[in-house]
């Protein structure tokens, strides 16, 4: 069974540029949840989905970051301007309708020059 | 406000037996978690602990106590493989969102 996949696994862009972010999920996983870890600090929660559906963003840090999950599927992060305190390692995790495990992606490092 | 505190590095000798600690202060609790992280992968998923008391799975065991806060997690016969950061992660009751800690970071020599 294939895990959690994130792309890219490297990404280096300027400031004020645009990055997309995608995660696909462990199949039949209806839950999948965005993290990130800047450096030197806790993995932190950005956002929760239910299948298509938004079920906690609390995390997110602003209105640069937009996730969608259309189909209830793969699920993006767009970062839209990108600024320098946006680096770090975006991951991407799933579970299933029980919620118990937690499964993660390898990550998404982000560099914002 | 939420705060899971556990020690940034250890170190330890192949062979032997090592404890890692973590304290937490949630507004809730629905269950604690510890993961494994080696460098550049994916953080694993390795104990659940909900309630009180001891779980073992082979090499790793992991204890909770929730009226004081605290957990940790026993790792046993210790490999150089389990060179790697521990991360102890709670989920806020009503919530199934994770709470980190900054997580361990054991090294184990020969």
């Known amino acids: 069974e294939a895990g959690v996949t994130q792309f890219p696994s490297h990404s280096v862009i300027e400031k004020g540029q645009t990055v997309t972010l995608r995660c696909d999920p462990i199949?039949?996983?209806?839950?999948l949840y965005w993290y990130r870890r800047v450096m030197g600090k806790e993995i932190k929660f950005l956002l929760h989905?239910?299948?298509?559906?938004?079920?906690?963003e609390s995390g997110m840090p602003n209105n640069r970051f937009l996730a969608e999950r259309t189909g209830g599927t793969y699920s993006t992060l767009k970062v839209q301007p990108a600024e320098l305190e946006d680096s770090g390692v975006y991951f991407c995790?799933?579970?299933?309708?029980?919620?118990?495990?937690?499964?993660f992606g390898s990550g998404t490092q982000l560099s914002v020059l | 406000g939420q705060n899971i505190d556990q020690p940034t590095e250890m170190t330890a000798t192949e062979g032997a037996i090592v404890q890692i600690n973590c304290t937490y202060q949630?507004?809730?609790?629905?269950?604690l978690f510890w993961y494994q992280q080696h460098a550049g992968e994916a953080p694993t998923f390795l104990s659940y602990?909900?309630?009180?008391g001891l779980e073992e799975k082979g090499r790793f065991s992991s204890f909770l106590s929730r009226s004081k806060g605290y957990s940790y997690l026993l790792l046993k016969e210790l490999q150089m493989k389990d060179s790697a950061s521990y991360l102890c992660?709670?989920?806020?009751?009503?919530?199934?969102?994770?709470?980190f800690g900054k997580g361990t970071m054991l090294l184990v020599s020969p």
């Open positions: 199949s039949g996983h209806d839950n």
């Open positions: 989905f239910v299948k298509e559906s938004k079920q906690d």
């Open positions: 992660a709670v989920r806020d009751r009503g919530y199934s969102t994770l709470t």
């Open positions: 995790a799933s579970s299933d309708r029980m919620n118990e495990k937690l499964f």
């Open positions: 602990n909900v309630l009180d």
């Open positions: 949630t507004s809730g609790f629905n269950g």
